[in-house]
């Protein structure tokens, strides 16, 4: 895991030759105000995460525990379309909070709910409240979907 500050790179194009040497490495990217389209350049050049230094403390590092499980962290105004370059700062990102990064790596493993439910200790409407709030926070309907962003997320 590498936290960069977009700033102090030389070149966007940076984080391209970062990926390329270092494939296994989560790649963070912290910029001031980045637009939709900054971060989704981002992405494609290779970094698992592009967040805006206005974020509070803690959603950064919900950021980059998500990112440590390779799921890519983008505000929901850049990954919609038709956003524009809508600032991030306003609002942030919709970021996970760690039970719910839990719940989705079980999730992520194909895991039932009665089964999310027994190993980390919770209720199975708990599961499924977290399932919930981990689809809208996505933007995604259902585990086909969740699956299918998996699948992207690792090409």
Same mark, same amino acid.
């Given at each position: 895991? +590498?936290?960069? !500050?977009?700033?102090?790179?030389?070149?966007?194009?940076? @984080?391209? *030759?970062?990926?390329?040497?270092h494939?296994? %490495?989560?790649?963070v @990217?912290?910029?001031?105000?980045?637009? &939709? &389209?900054?971060?989704? *350049?981002?992405?494609?050049?290779?970094?698992?995460?592009?967040?805006?230094?206005e974020? #509070?403390?803690?959603?950064?590092? !919900? &950021?980059?525990?998500? =990112?440590?499980?390779?799921?890519? +962290?983008?505000?929901?105004? =850049?990954?919609?379309?038709?956003?524009?370059?809508? #600032?991030?700062?306003?609002?942030?990102p919709d970021?996970? %909070?760690?039970?719910? =990064?839990? @719940?989705?790596?079980?999730l *992520?493993?194909?895991?039932?709910?009665?089964?999310?439910?027994?190993?980390?200790?919770?209720?199975?409407?708990? @599961?499924r409240?977290?399932?919930? !709030?981990?689809?809208?926070?996505?933007?995604?309907?259902?585990?086909?979907?969740l699956?299918?962003?998996?699948?992207a997320?690792?090409?």
């Amino acid at each position: 895991m +590498v936290l960069l !500050n977009f700033g102090s790179l030389p070149t966007p194009g940076t @984080v391209h *030759q970062l990926h390329e040497r270092h494939p296994e %490495t989560r790649l963070v @990217v912290l910029a001031n105000r980045p637009t &939709a &389209a900054e971060c989704n *350049q981002m992405l494609s050049f290779g970094a698992t995460a592009c967040i805006s230094k206005e974020t #509070q403390g803690r959603d950064i590092i !919900n &950021a980059i525990h998500l =990112a440590s499980r390779g799921m890519h +962290v983008l505000p929901r105004s =850049a990954s919609a379309g038709g956003m524009g370059d809508r #600032q991030l700062g306003t609002p942030g990102p919709d970021l996970l %909070t760690p039970r719910e =990064a839990d @719940v989705l790596e079980l999730l *992520q493993e194909g895991r039932t709910n009665a089964e999310i439910a027994h190993r980390l200790s919770i209720g199975i409407e708990t @599961v499924r409240t977290h399932a919930r !709030n981990i689809y809208r926070k996505l933007g995604i309907a259902s585990r086909r979907d969740l699956a299918s962003l998996s699948r992207a997320g690792k090409a």
